[in-house]
């Protein structure tokens, strides 16, 4: 029993059917497309300050009207 039970979890988790079925098809970074990126051009810079801008504004109008 003490020593069926570590070679048999050697066997399950060592085995290529494992790896295949549970470990490749998770991908560990996020996909570009669903990350945020920096701003690198002054225009952007501006176009997120502006967009940060307006979402506190009108969160803090939120706020203010019942």
Not at 33 to 53: D, G, N, S, V, Y
Request: proline residues 9%; charged residues 25%.
């Amino acid at each position: 029993m003490y020593v069926m039970f570590p070679v048999a979890a050697m066997w399950y988790f060592g085995s290529p059917l494992f790896y295949d079925n549970h470990v490749k098809p998770v991908q560990f970074w996020p996909q570009k497309e669903c990350t945020q990126t920096i701003p690198t051009q002054k225009e952007e810079w501006i176009a997120e300050l502006q967009r940060l801008r307006e979402e506190r504004l009108a969160k803090r109008q939120e706020g203010k009207d019942p």
